[in-house]
């Protein structure tokens, strides 16, 4: 690919923590979702009903519709989504959880990267 052709496409990444105030209406929204998908098959459908009462964060899963994050961006189509959940340990004081840090962890990852072609 050209580079005017790869330009066209963005990855956008995005990290949220959530906190979960209410572990039951989480399932039974990731629930009710799950009952609703008519393309689910069967044993799928069993398997995923079971995940989502064991786990908030399978729960989670269930209910994130990257669409609904994105609404109706002019001039973009969603060509490509993944996420995944898991249950941490938030500590907002911790190193880890400053965001800038990321940042600067990429920045200096990049310039590794333009070091080493050089």
């Not at 959530?18 to 929204?29: H, Q, R, S, V």
């Not at 959940?85 to 990321?102: C, I, N, R, T």
């Amino acid at each position: 690919m050209t580079p005017s052709e790869t330009s066209r496409y963005v990855r956008l990444r995005v990290e949220l923590t959530l906190e979960i105030t209410d572990a039951g209406e989480l399932t039974a929204a990731a629930l009710d979702r799950i009952d609703a998908d008519a393309f689910m098959p069967d044993d799928e459908r069993t398997h995923a009903r079971a995940a989502v009462r064991e786990d908030e964060a399978e729960a989670l899963a269930y209910l994130v519709e990257p669409d609904d994050l994105l609404g109706d961006l002019p001039g973009t189509g969603l060509v490509q989504a993944s996420w995944t959940s898991e249950q941490v340990e938030y500590d907002p004081e911790a190193g880890e959880w400053d965001l800038d840090d990321d940042d600067e962890d990429e920045d200096e990852s990049a310039e590794a990267d333009e070091e080493e072609r050089v």
